[in-house]
């Protein structure tokens, strides 16, 4: 069966994709959803590619899944594998030299002004975990350039959550259209579907395998 490589966002931790790999596990496939190292500053995004790469136990028939801030790592981890298909969920579609520092600028980013952009529709003690395990990021991950050329040749696809109040809807359909050229697939979810709707997400994903 497909191996999924899940790509944690900004701050967090694989854990908390634990409800969607269950989902996936219990259809027969496999997860790999490791720590990236995101508080050390010895270590740009080519380290946290190489955290993902390491940890797969196969690098045949895999599944890259790159959430928020991952979704600037997922490609980087589907080139050097050749994966099978790249899946991002509502995160951020990298450019070709470009920092990240820079992507919000680029992209035309706008905070939405509402409270609780990440766990708002979160089952309160899952968001209470959540933020617990919430971690730093070292500045090498936002400085340096994007480093890959184009994005890689392979089956791609944009999970969009329609109720993010932090990559709001409206704002994330101009970025997929602009960077991917391809419709998304809606999810009545907000930023973190993984742990609001992690049966439905898993489903979608499902479809990739």
């Known amino acids: 069966m497909t191996t999924f490589a ?8 694989g854990r908390s994709w634990h409800l969607v790999a269950a989902a996936l596990q219990a259809r ?66 990298p450019k070709p030299g470009e920092a990240p520092a820079d992507w919000w600028a680029a992209t035309g980013y706008r905070d939405s002004g509402l409270e609780d952009q990440h766990w708002h529709d979160v089952p309160p003690h899952l968001a209470e975990e959540s933020r617990k395990r919430e971690r730093g990021m070292s500045e090498a991950a936002w400085a340096k350039p994007w480093p890959l050329a184009a994005l890689p040749d392979l089956p791609t696809a944009f999970i969009l959550c329609t109720e993010d109040r932090f990559f709001t809807p409206a704002f994330m359909r101009e970025v997929v259209a602009d960077r991917l050229g391809i419709d998304p697939i809606e999810l009545p979810a907000g930023h973190c579907a993984h742990l609001s709707k992690p049966a439905e997400l898993a489903t979608l994903l499902a479809r990739y395998a």
Request: proline content about 5%; hydrophobic content about 55%; overall charge negative.
């Open 6 to 13: 899940i790509v944690h966002g900004a701050g967090d931790v």
């Open 28 to 93: 027969g496939h496999t997860v790999v959803a490791p720590d990236l190292p995101t508080e050390d500053d010895a270590k740009d995004l080519t380290d946290w590619a190489s955290a993902v790469v390491d940890a797969l136990p196969s690098t045949s028939d895999v599944v890259v899944v790159g959430h928020s801030f991952g979704g600037l790592v997922a490609p980087l981890v589907a080139a050097r594998i050749n994966a099978s298909a790249l899946v991002f969920v509502t995160a951020m579609l």
